[in-house]
């Protein structure tokens, strides 16, 4: 089959979002998308191109003082009715269009066009995002080629619908259990009900006042939230067992140690296990990279709420930030779809950005 990814599509931005857009790519589906993408990149002389599993990553060496990264997942979350990609006047409908082929569109689109950016520059395009971290693109190249991360700044090309969002919040889940005594349900008395206990925990959560903190000039949104119930035996048994899992939203002035004893602290008395713990990223804007990103921009950053892989590079000590132009409250719809108008500014902001001064 010819690549769909030809040099006229390449050339414009909302074309190249289709054409990505209508490449089915759900979470470890990723092979033909990168096929593409791979084979486009080793064709371009100014960039030198590598592939580990389902990521592909290119990468110039102009002898710039500086690197940055352009970063962006080339996966998507199950189709919804949503394939392929359809227009309707200025909006882009379809999987994938805002969460994020519209942010793999500008930074395939300027692998292409750029052939002497301002810095040098390392393109990642990555798979499974979407889902368990085990299987992240991003994850495997670190412990597989931790050298291909290397940078002073990075940019994840999520869906910010056109403005920046720095940094990201660290997410922990854990389990908070109650204990009881089985019965049969026509002799509850002789029992205790492990899910009636679980009250307490509920009106923990209720009367929970979640922080506001504000770093950086940037503000993030905490948030600590039951998202499940398990608990029952049968329908004539009063059950001796209830969990309620919770998931902690925190700003990244928190480290995860200090999170997990916060909520150990909400649920003291009660059991409570750990299942899932991230860090967060904090906001990354001293960088000189990303100080020029946000002069390209010309509007101030706000604290980005949810976890993105901005965490991964943050870890490693290379300051990042998120742009990309869908809207992240689109993200995972069965409407999801981006404008086009976005598209077109985002790409502009970003050639004006790496363009060389």
Sequence with gaps: MKNPLTPEVLADPVALTRALVDIESVSRNEK???????????????????????????????????????AGHLDTVPINNNFPATVRGDLMYGCGTSDMKSGVAYALHLAVALTEPRYDVTYFFYEAEEIESAYNGLFLVSEAHPEWLTAD???????????????????????????????????????????????????????????????????????????????????????????????????????????????????????????????????????????????????????????TDVARFAALGTPALNFGPGDPNLAHHPDEHVEIGKIRDGAAVLRRWLSVA
């Design 153 to 307: 700044f990075a940019l994840l090309l999520e869906p910010t619908h056109g403005i920046v969002e720095a940094g990201c919040q660290g997410t922990l889940r854990a389990t908070v259990g109650t204990s009881g005594v089985r019965a049969h349900s026509a002799r509850s008395w002789h029992g205790v009900n492990a899910i009636h206990a679980a009250g307490e925990v509920l009106r923990r959560l209720e009367a929970y006042e979640a922080r506001r903190v504000t770093v950086d000039g940037c503000e993030y949104r905490e948030g600590l939230n039951a998202v499940r119930i398990n608990g029952g035996v049968a329908g004539n048994v009063v059950p001796d067992r209830c969990t309620v899992e919770v998931n902690y939203r925190f700003a990244p002035d928190r480290s995860p140690e200090q999170a997990e004893a916060h909520v150990r602290e909400v649920f003291a008395d009660f059991e409570v296990a750990i299942t899932d713990l991230a860090s967060g990223a904090l906001p990354g804007l001293e960088a000189a990279p990303a100080q020029e990103f946000l002069a390209a921009v010309g509007t101030a950053p706000v604290g980005k709420l949810g976890w």
């Design 32 to 70: 033909a998308i990168a096929d593409w993408v791979e084979d486009v990149l080793r064709g371009v002389p100014h960039l030198t191109t590598y592939r580990y599993s389902n990521t592909v990553m290119a990468r110039t060496s102009l002898g710039r003082d500086q690197r940055v990264v352009l």
